[in-house]
């Protein structure tokens, strides 16, 4: 198993908040080492589209090129992550920072919703009962401290439980998507943030 790898800086947290690109991650997260036309087939979108992204997420040290070493016919590079899980830590404290941690908040939260209209299909969404997959909700409530703590341990473990071993899915294993977003509500008055 590979050491966890948090991106902490501006520039790699840019690379990420452009549309197609944590995609791209997701699906090394799942899959494990692959080809383009691996990740292209399992994204759904065509290798060529991939190239641009696939460059700027390397340059960036968001992606490890490897080659296969040995003779004969030339094979295809595979990419990976720097680590597993690759998490992003939030950085609020300058404005160009925030608007990046905006973006990427934005970004994933669209995706999400494609996700959600691409699942919608009675022939694979599951909409009720203990093996539910489908499922979209908004609650606003109060919490205090220890609630919030509580509320958060269990967001960890529902992480943990999608973070498993990269590789091809199994019988018994199918990828899914989890995105969340949790927020203060801070009073109405206050500066609200730009979305990009």
Same mark, same amino acid.
Request: glycine share 8%; hydrophobic share 40%; with cysteine.
């Given at each position: 198993?590979?050491?966890?790898?948090?991106?902490?800086?501006?520039?790699?947290?840019?690379?990420?908040?452009?549309?197609?690109?944590?995609?791209?991650?997701?699906?090394?997260?799942?899959?494990?080492?692959?080809?383009?036309?691996?990740? @292209?087939?399992?994204?759904? /979108?065509? +290798?060529? =589209?991939?190239?641009?992204? !696939? #460059? *700027?997420? %390397?340059?960036? $040290?968001?992606?490890?090129?490897?080659?296969?070493?040995?003779?004969?016919?030339?094979?295809?590079?595979?990419?990976?992550?720097?680590?597993?899980?690759?998490?992003?830590?939030?950085?609020?404290?300058?404005?160009?920072?925030?608007?990046?941690?905006? @973006?990427?908040?934005?970004? /994933?939260? +669209?995706? =999400?919703?494609?996700?959600? !209209? #691409? *699942?919608? %299909?009675?022939? $694979?969404?599951?909409?009720?009962?203990?093996?539910?997959?489908?499922?979209?909700?908004?609650?606003?409530?109060?919490?205090?401290?220890?609630?919030?703590?509580?509320?958060?341990?269990?967001?960890?473990?529902?992480?943990?439980?999608?973070?498993?071993? @990269?590789?091809?899915?199994?019988?018994? +294993?199918?990828?899914?998507?989890?995105?969340?977003?949790?927020?203060?509500?801070?009073?109405?008055?206050?500066?609200?943030?730009?979305?990009?």
């Amino acid at each position: 198993m590979t050491r966890p790898y948090v991106v902490t800086s501006l520039k790699q947290l840019l690379a990420i908040a452009r549309s197609g690109r944590e995609d791209i991650i997701d699906a090394l997260a799942l899959l494990g080492p692959s080809t383009v036309t691996e990740l @292209a087939r399992f994204i759904g /979108r065509s +290798r060529h =589209a991939l190239y641009y992204h !696939v #460059r *700027a997420l %390397r340059a960036c $040290g968001l992606l490890i090129e490897t080659r296969p070493s040995g003779k004969g016919k030339r094979e295809a590079a595979r990419y990976d992550l720097p680590g597993r899980p690759l998490s992003v830590r939030y950085d609020l404290t300058t404005e160009r920072a925030r608007r990046a941690v905006i @973006a990427l908040g934005c970004t /994933r939260l +669209r995706s =999400a919703a494609r996700g959600f !209209v #691409r *699942a919608a %299909r009675p022939d $694979g969404a599951t909409v009720d009962g203990p093996r539910r997959n489908l499922w979209v909700a908004r609650w606003k409530g109060w919490l205090s401290d220890r609630e919030l703590e509580e509320a958060n341990r269990h967001l960890a473990r529902l992480i943990t439980l999608l973070r498993s071993e @990269a590789g091809a899915p199994g019988a018994r +294993r199918r990828p899914h998507e989890f995105t969340f977003a949790i927020a203060p509500i801070l009073p109405k008055g206050r500066r609200r943030a730009r979305t990009p």
